[in-house]
């Protein structure tokens, strides 16, 4: 598969960085359309889409007055192609594909010469979200003069207690007035709220790969128990909130039902999404739409943080 040439682009202000086309533009429209308003050039980069394809999320993106561009690299269902199910969020080919995403990022970097970067924070059963996050640590947290975003996968942030675990098995340090930011969620209403992600994105699943993701899921939570935000030795995050108006809250709604699979005149995914975050915009102590990022903190030692032991002992 043909590789994005990064001579290719032109000089952004603000990259924002997804494993695939959609996955930015469910997650904070509103920080983008908030860019551009700021006069900033911005740019939406999905790292594992194939060059040369004309996509919604495309159109979304450029509705919003970004600019859009494909990664062209392999994604997991490609990669993993002929293989069984696995439990396992992590195969042997994907860490060439999280050195060749670092690379393609890193490239970039005097080409964009983008100063404000959002990446996503991992969330959910997809790996391409987690090389997505280590190749964006790899190649933008160390940058001098550059702020690096994590921006909450929707609607897997949805889920109750989903960004506290994926906190915790990074082993995020937490400033002290934020360490109560990602609520816990008990064991139950976590596993019975897993699967709406993939059913509100039009994915379907077998009762094997359901059955996996409960028991990864559940050692996830049980190793994240115990974690505490103050004393982690992982990488060190700030909460950071973006709220929108009215008017930028229809936008965002609009993008949702353009990008959600629609089944009849309305699209029932798109308006479970909507209302998902409308009661997210609430809890974050919004009035009509909220999102959430984790700005990455210098470490102190001048290395990036990429991976936590605790992620490990899930594979």
Same mark, same amino acid.
């Given at each position: 598969?043909?590789?994005?040439?990064?001579?290719?682009? @032109? #000089?952004?202000?603000?990259?924002?960085?997804?494993?695939?086309?959609?996955?930015?533009?469910?997650?904070?429209?509103?920080?983008?359309?908030?860019? *551009?308003?700021?006069?900033?050039?911005?740019? *939406?980069?999905?790292?594992? @889409?194939?060059? !040369?394809?004309?996509?919604?999320?495309?159109?979304? =993106?450029?509705?919003?007055?970004?600019? &859009?561009?494909?990664?062209?690299?392999?994604?997991? +269902?490609?990669?993993?192609?002929?293989?069984?199910?696995?439990?396992?969020?992590?195969?042997?080919?994907?860490?060439? =594909?999280?050195?060749?995403?670092?690379?393609?990022?890193?490239?970039?970097?005097?080409?964009?010469?983008? *100063?404000?970067?959002?990446?996503?924070?991992?969330?959910?059963?997809?790996?391409?979200?987690?090389?997505? &996050?280590?190749? %964006?640590?790899?190649?933008?947290?160390?940058?001098?003069?550059?702020?690096?975003?994590?921006?909450?996968?929707?609607?897997?942030?949805? /889920?109750?207690?989903? *960004?506290?675990?994926?906190?915790?098995?990074?082993?995020?340090?937490?400033? $002290?007035?934020?360490?109560?930011?990602?609520?816990?969620? %008990?064991?139950? #209403?976590?596993?019975?709220?897993? +699967?709406?992600?993939?059913?509100?994105?039009?994915?379907?699943?077998?009762?094997?790969?359901?059955?996996?993701?409960? =028991?990864?899921? #559940?050692?996830?939570?049980?190793?994240?128990?115990?974690?505490?935000?103050?004393?982690?030795?992982?990488?060190?995050?700030? $909460?950071?909130?973006?709220?929108?108006?009215?008017?930028?809250?229809?936008?965002?709604?609009?993008?949702?039902?353009?990008?959600?699979?629609?089944?009849?005149?309305? +699209?029932?995914?798109?308006?479970?999404?909507?209302?998902?975050?409308?009661?997210?915009?609430?809890?974050? !102590?919004? /009035? &009509?739409?909220? @999102?959430?990022?984790?700005?990455?903190?210098? %470490?102190?030692?001048?290395?990036?943080?990429?991976?936590?032991?605790?992620?490990? %002992?899930?594979?």
């Amino acid at each position: 598969m043909e590789r994005l040439d990064p001579s290719s682009l @032109e #000089r952004c202000d603000s990259l924002f960085i997804g494993p695939h086309g959609d996955d930015v533009l469910l997650a904070c429209p509103t920080r983008v359309q908030a860019e *551009v308003e700021k006069g900033r050039r911005a740019l *939406v980069l999905a790292l594992f @889409e194939p060059l !040369g394809t004309g996509t919604k999320a495309a159109e979304c =993106a450029r509705s919003l007055g970004a600019a &859009y561009a494909a990664g062209g690299l392999l994604p997991a +269902s490609v990669r993993r192609r002929g293989q069984k199910p696995t439990p396992s969020p992590r195969l042997p080919e994907d860490d060439a =594909a999280a050195l060749e995403a670092a690379r393609l990022l890193a490239d970039m970097v005097p080409r964009t010469q983008a *100063v404000h970067i959002f990446a996503p924070l991992g969330l959910g059963p997809s790996i391409d979200h987690l090389l997505t &996050y280590e190749a %964006s640590v790899r190649a933008f947290a160390t940058g001098q003069g550059r702020n690096l975003f994590l921006y909450e996968e929707r609607p897997e942030a949805f /889920v109750p207690g989903a *960004v506290r675990t994926r906190l915790a098995l990074l082993g995020a340090r937490l400033p $002290p007035a934020a360490q109560r930011a990602a609520e816990p969620a %008990s064991l139950w #209403r976590h596993l019975w709220c897993l +699967s709406e992600p993939r059913r509100l994105r039009g994915e379907s699943t077998t009762w094997r790969e359901r059955l996996a993701a409960l =028991a990864v899921a #559940r050692r996830a939570l049980r190793t994240a128990r115990p974690w505490n935000p103050l004393r982690a030795f992982g990488p060190r995050l700030q $909460p950071v909130l973006h709220s929108a108006e009215e008017e930028a809250m229809r936008r965002a709604a609009a993008v949702v039902e353009t990008l959600l699979p629609a089944d009849g005149r309305r +699209s029932r995914a798109a308006s479970r999404f909507n209302a998902r975050a409308a009661a997210a915009a609430r809890k974050l !102590g919004g /009035v &009509y739409h909220t @999102e959430r990022f984790w700005l990455f903190l210098p %470490s102190g030692d001048g290395l990036p943080e990429v991976q936590h032991p605790l992620e490990h %002992s899930l594979a």
